[in-house]
């Protein structure tokens, strides 16, 4: 179960949203190689550079996420080999930003005043293209060290170009001119945020747009090269790339439904049980404050890493009858940086951090006159304290009748399988299905959760609540809506 190897804390992941981004970084070997033999090639490079500079002014380092061709090259073909690193400190200083510009500026002055000596010449635009391809370059060859050994984005950190960036966005920002079409990263509402820090795991710039979220809902950071991989991978889906007058918008218009009771808790590590090889249950006795009142399918957030204030989602799968102990299952992936952590480092009689209760998603309505609850893997969670609600203690009986799918691939991932069993043995209105897509035996059906859904018979009032993977929630979905629920009576949340 303990893996020999430290879990990185970047995760590599996709960062190329459109065909600009995907394909520009070909400008670089054009420019950069192909200058060498068609000098006049690199006379491209001033045209860039004023395009850069005109747009930073409006929308401080957009360029750099979206178009620039140097960045574009280090996503697309560095991102997948680099070592993915973290950047050193040194190399993000303001010393060395102001000593790389300084150093680019003389070079660059220094070639072009001995260009300038052949004026009128015939080769005076080929040369002065030399110096601008040789320059773009060096850029490749060095930015692509660096991206390779460090991180892709390491050349981003010290970028004259850059640099000048953020001069033209300060100064656009004092013309008023960034006022209106400067998008920065947005919060939905900070409260809405899972503290899970994804968002600066996946950033390029290595930044960290959770921990600094203005009194607006945005990130101010003017390293932010609005590149949207944050908002793209955010699991909570709260952010976006918003103006002034939206984020106020947003911050006016958010719902708060399932996260207003929200607040931190100090518990202790009652018991832990090993359900499978890779699958615990924590049970935690809440200290301070002492009890955690909770719907069936909320949340809670269990802090991983103090010092960055770095939580992690887990559903509530169970509680004692007055909410003083609540317990949470959680499955360890071999990759997966916080569940290595708790695995590793959480013990009975340890003091956590939780943050609780939260979600609005999967809050089953206890009056629906016919639920249907489908999972797959450890989406199973949320069913667990609902099941243990509705018909181990009856606290909150239920008026209709409930069904439960529920899909893994093998025999030994099914958790709760002999409870719900039970359960359903005991309860006129529970029913309880199984199925294994990769069945080790012939105790359990073959399939997939779909397959039990497409012979059943939901009448349109019912309610589903799905919990597993976005496929197969997608496809629960395409069979629901065909069967004649409404789509607005289905109601899905994801572990991604
Ligand atoms: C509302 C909610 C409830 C949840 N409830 C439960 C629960 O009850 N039980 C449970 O076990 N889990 C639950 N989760 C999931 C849980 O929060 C963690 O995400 C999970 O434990 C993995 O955390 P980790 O830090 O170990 O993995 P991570 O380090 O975050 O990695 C997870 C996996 O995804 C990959 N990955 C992650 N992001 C990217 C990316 N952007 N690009 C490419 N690859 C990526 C990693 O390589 C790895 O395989 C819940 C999540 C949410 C949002
Ligand atoms: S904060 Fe988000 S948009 Fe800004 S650079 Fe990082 S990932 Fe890109
Ligand atoms: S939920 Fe996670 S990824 Fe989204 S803003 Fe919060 S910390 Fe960042």
């Known amino acids: 179960m303990q893996n020999s ?40 490079v001033p045209f860039i550079m004023v395009a850069l500079m005109g747009m930073s002014l409006f929308k401080g380092k957009y360029w750099c996420g ?42 660059l002055s220094r070639n072009f005043i001995s260009v300038m000596a052949r004026l009128g010449s015939a080769d005076f635009y080929e ?8 320059t773009y370059l060096m850029v490749l060859l060095l930015g692509g060290l660096l991206g390779v050994f460090i991180n892709e984005r390491t050349w981003c950190q010290f970028c004259p170009m850059g640099t000048i960036q953020t001069i033209f966005y300060k100064l656009g920002k004092t013309l008023g001119l960034a006022k209106n079409s400067d998008e920065k990263v947005t919060v ?77 808790y100090k518990a202790r590590i009652k018991s832990i049980a090993e359900l499978k090889e890779d699958v615990r249950q924590f049970n935690f006795e809440l200290l301070n404050p002492a009890q955690m009142p909770y719907d069936q399918g909320q949340f809670l957030l269990v802090e991983i890493e103090p010092a960055i204030k770095m939580y992690r989602a887990y559903t509530i799968s169970g509680s004692n009858a007055d909410n003083s102990e609540v317990s949470v299952t959680i499955k360890k992936l071999s990759d997966g940086y916080g569940t290595n952590i708790i695995f590793s480092n959480l013990k009975e009689g340890d003091t956590v951090n939780l943050k609780g209760p939260m979600g609005n998603e999967l809050r089953i ?18 069913f667990v304290s609902t099941v243990q609600s509705f018909f181990e203690r009856g606290e909150q009986p239920l008026k ?11 025999e030994e991932d099914l958790v709760y399988d002999d409870y719900f069993e039970v359960m359903a043995d005991q309860s006129d209105n529970f029913d309880y299905h199984s199925i294994l897509s990769r069945p080790r ?45 409404p789509e607005n009576n289905i109601f899905y949340e994801s572990f991604v």
Not at 368 to 377: P, R, S
Not at 400 to 410: D, I, P, S
Request: charged share 20%; glycine share 8%.
């Open 188 to 264: 939905s509402h900070p409260d809405l945020c899972h503290s899970c820090g994804k968002c600066a795991r996946i950033c390029p710039m290595q930044l960290t747009p959770y921990l600094q979220f203005s009194e607006d809902h945005q990130f101010d950071d003017e390293k932010c090269i609005r590149c949207n991989t944050c908002i793209h991978n955010c699991p909570a889906g709260i952010l976006q790339m918003a103006g002034p007058q939206e984020a106020e918008e947003l911050k006016e218009n958010v719902s708060l439904a399932g996260f207003e009771k929200a607040r931190y």
């Open 127 to 134: 040369q002065l293209g030399l110096i601008f391809s040789t």
């Open 66 to 107: 979206n178009f620039c061709p140097h960045g574009s090259f280090f996503d697309n073909l560095l991102g997948p080999i680099s070592r993915h690193t973290r950047i050193p400190q040194f190399l993000k200083s303001r010393v060395l930003i102001a000593a790389v510009l300084a150093f680019f500026m003389f070079n």
């Open 400 to 410: 209709g009748k409930a069904t439960l799918l529920y899909g893994t691939r093998y």
């Open 441 to 485: 035996t012939d105790q359990y059906q073959k399939g997939y959760v779909t397959d039990i859904l497409k012979d059943l018979d939901p009448s349109p009032e019912t309610k589903v609540y799905i919990c597993g993977t976005a496929q197969m929630a997608g496809g629960a979905t395409t069979i629901l809506v065909k069967k004649g629920v």
């Open 365 to 382: 309505d206890p009056e629906g006159k016919e639920l249907l609850f489908i999972a797959n893997g450890i989406g199973i969670t949320p």
């Open 5 to 44: 190897q430290p879990v990185s804390f970047y995760i590599k992941t996709q960062r190329s949203f459109s065909p600009a981004r995907k394909y520009i970084w070909i400008l670089t070997i054009v420019i950069g190689l192909g200058g060498q033999f068609v000098p006049l090639i690199g006379l491209l």
